[in-house]
């Protein structure tokens, strides 16, 4: 009965997605969503694109190993760039006319970095969206009793969400997301009540918890532990600030506000449904002690799961899986449109003449999709067992290293050229990639603080130091977004 209902659910969303997806009638639809969406769908789509598979199964596996402490990465440093963004970003890049974050780069930095640019950015898709892939995959299994295997269990997924996604793009996503919210809302908020009800109460939750000493956030007071605490809190809060995903929600308002506020206002949102989870995992170490201890040991992504499917009855199984089906759907579909319209637009172009039909742009964006989502699939499968949480933190220490300094030089810092921007994207990656393959360096340094600060450097260095290579016929930059 439980796995009838949740393929009826599937069912249910890709014929909305379907139906949403009658709007696009061209790129910008397909991409932005013709730039039609009010604040309220903006907000419940960066709420709904942020809160996937980490949030409801790898957060709180951290958090009951470490506390709060633990998972300053995400949720309160991924919270945090969605409120970063509508305060320094969203205003400036919603005054551009531009279909993706990558044509950023082309105004103000040219063609090459632009590429670069775009493949760093399409890169750190990867870890996000198999970790979406990956909890799809446990989902059909564990309801399945086994009988569906992970692997196959994650191709039912991503087909389930490739249908929509591409036929309707930008416009399906934000329409089952704004659905999918509701959902997953309702679904964590009413088994939160019940859990607590299991565990004699929302006060003993909490007490287990202030006892363990898990709501401590701030690190040890010691170099080391301060240095990795803002590491992993920047990986997140920055990194994640020059993605495509987070682009397509700004261009996709209806006005200035919408897209200045709906983010700050999901951002926010976030971050605060993001202990609902963490207290369902809580509640467990109390309703089923000795088992939670066990999968504690062995996988702490199957302790809610696990709560869920042996302790409560079938309404709250229901409520429970349709409520992450939900977060993983609107995150999983939005990080596979996300890449494929950056290689459309910004990869795949440069091959094509200027005169390239709307029409024949559409269609290349659409294969992107298909061909984007075979290969996350097939990384998928190859990383099985990896947790889901360490998925999505390492994704975005690349775009971090790569992407971020010139994305914010470029708005803020009128002196940043061309020359300064490759030197950032060099010196970022570069330092970054020495520590990461040297253990003894990134054991007493975070490598990706390492990657930014180089990143930082290189950009003024490059910029301020007079040209390289002097090329009068260069075609001539603007300076967009500096005021």
């Known amino acids: 009965?439980?796995?009838?209902?949740?393929?009826?659910?599937?069912?249910?969303?890709?014929?909305?997605?379907?139906w949403a997806a009658q709007r696009v009638k061209n790129t910008a639809d397909f991409a932005i969503a013709g730039r039609h969406l009010p604040m309220y769908m903006i907000i419940t789509t960066t709420f709904a694109t942020w809160f996937g598979s980490e949030i409801v199964l790898g957060v709180p596996a951290k958090f009951i190993q470490g506390g709060l402490n633990a998972v300053v990465e995400d949720p309160f440093g991924a919270g945090m760039c969605l409120i970063l963004v509508g305060l320094f970003f969203?205003?400036?890049?919603?005054?551009?006319?531009?279909?993706?974050?990558?044509?950023?780069?082309?105004?103000?930095?040219?063609?090459?970095?632009?590429?670069?640019?775009?493949?760093?950015?399409?890169?750190?898709?990867?870890?996000?969206?198999?970790?979406?892939?990956?909890?799809?995959?446990?989902?059909?299994?564990?309801?399945?009793?086994?009988?569906?295997?992970?692997?196959?269990?994650?191709?039912?997924?991503?087909?389930?969400?490739?249908?929509?996604?591409?036929?309707?793009?930008?416009?399906s996503v934000a329409v089952t997301d704004f659905i999918q919210m509701i959902i997953l809302v309702l679904g964590l908020v009413v088994l939160s009540w019940f859990a607590a009800d299991m565990a004699g109460g929302a006060d003993k939750v909490i007490d287990l918890v202030t006892s363990r000493d898990m709501l401590r956030f701030w690190p040890e007071p010691t170099w080391h532990e301060v240095l990795f605490f803002f590491g992993a809190a920047i990986t997140m809060m920055l990194g994640s600030i020059?993605?495509?995903?987070?682009?397509?929600?700004?261009?996709?308002?209806?006005?200035?506000?919408?897209?200045?506020?709906?983010?700050?206002?999901?951002g926010s949102a976030y971050i605060l449904f993001a202990f609902v989870p963490m207290f369902l995992v809580a509640s467990a170490l109390l309703i089923m002690p000795e088992q939670a201890a066990q999968l504690l040991r062995e996988d702490p992504q199957k302790v809610l799961p696990t709560l869920v499917m042996e302790r409560m009855p079938l309404l709250m199984q229901v409520l429970f899986f349709g409520a992450l089906l939900s977060a993983i759907k609107s995150c999983a579909s939005a990080t596979l449109l996300a890449p494929s319209v950056t290689f459309t637009e910004n990869i795949w172009r440069q091959f094509r003449p200027e005169y390239i039909s709307d029409r024949e742009k559409l269609l290349a964006m659409r294969i992107s999709v298909l061909v984007f989502a075979a290969g996350v699939l097939f990384y998928s499968i190859k990383m099985e067992g990896t947790p889901i949480y360490e998925l999505v933190s390492s994704a975005y220490q690349v775009p971090l290293v790569g992407a971020f300094v010139p994305l914010v030089f470029g708005l803020y810092w009128k002196r940043a050229n061309t020359q300064g921007a490759v030197c950032a994207v060099m010196m970022g990656i570069g330092v970054w990639l020495v520590f990461m393959l040297t253990p003894a360096l990134h054991e007493?340094?975070?490598?990706?603080?390492?990657?930014?600060?180089?990143?930082?450097?290189?950009?003024?260095?490059?910029?301020?130091?007079?040209?390289?290579?002097?090329?009068?016929?260069?075609?001539?930059?603007?300076?967009?977004?500096?005021?």
């Open 90 to 171: 969203a205003a400036k890049l919603y005054r551009m006319t531009l279909l993706t974050i990558s044509d950023y780069y082309r105004e103000r930095y040219g063609r090459a970095v632009e590429v670069i640019c775009s493949l760093i950015i399409m890169l750190s898709y990867l870890g996000w969206v198999s970790a979406q892939v990956t909890a799809l995959g446990l989902v059909f299994n564990l309801l399945s009793g086994g009988t569906v295997s992970i692997p196959w269990g994650m191709a039912i997924g991503v087909l389930s969400i490739l249908v929509y996604t591409l036929w309707g793009g930008m416009w």
């Open 242 to 266: 020059p993605q495509q995903d987070v682009f397509q929600r700004v261009m996709s308002a209806n006005t200035e506000r919408a897209a200045t506020h709906g983010t700050v206002i999901g």
């Open 444 to 483: 007493a340094f975070p490598q990706q603080l390492a990657g930014l600060l180089s990143a930082v450097f290189g950009m003024v260095a490059g910029s301020l130091t007079p040209q390289l290579v002097r090329n009068t016929r260069a075609p001539h930059h603007r300076v967009v977004g500096v005021e």
């Open 1 to 18: 009965m439980l796995l009838f209902m949740v393929i009826a659910y599937l069912f249910v969303t890709i014929g909305i997605g379907l």
